[in-house]
Nanobody, 125 residues
């Protein structure tokens, strides 16, 4: 079984930065497509970013393009989401997710096999 554990969330003022981490444990011999999603109460979970297993390709949601950056360190089995120029509307619970045995990225929530427990990000105005 695969476990994902997010960290790095917290409270930050508008314009500030945070870096989220997602540590993958368990069956880490496989390569995973990684993704970040976010959710606010009463709304559907929203795609934020995704990165291919080799780290060469990534995609971003329109609302975070130019401000967020996804990366990964496969030697550490960890994915990251660098969030800059944060806005109050970025406030949400952020989830990392993984797809096993896939060669590319994915923006589709339904394709992800494993999910973390989520980390709260709050941006004050």
């Amino acid at each position: 079984q695969v476990q994902l554990v997010e960290s790095g969330g917290g409270l930050v003022q508008a314009g500030g930065s945070l870096r989220l981490s997602c540590a993958v444990s368990g069956r880490t011999g496989s390569m995973y497509t990684m993704g970040w999603f976010r959710q606010v109460p009463g709304k559907e979970r929203e795609f934020v970013s995704t990165i291919s297993p080799n780290g060469a390709n990534m995609r971003y949601g329109d609302s975070v393009k130019g401000r967020f950056s996804i990366s990964r360190d496969n030697s550490q089995n960890t994915a990251y989401l660098q969030m800059n120029s944060l806005k109050p509307e970025d406030t949400a619970v952020y989830y990392c997710a993984a797809i096993q045995a896939r060669n590319s990225w994915s923006i589709s929530l339904g394709e992800y096999d494993y999910w973390g427990q989520g980390t709260q990000v709050t941006v004050s105005s």
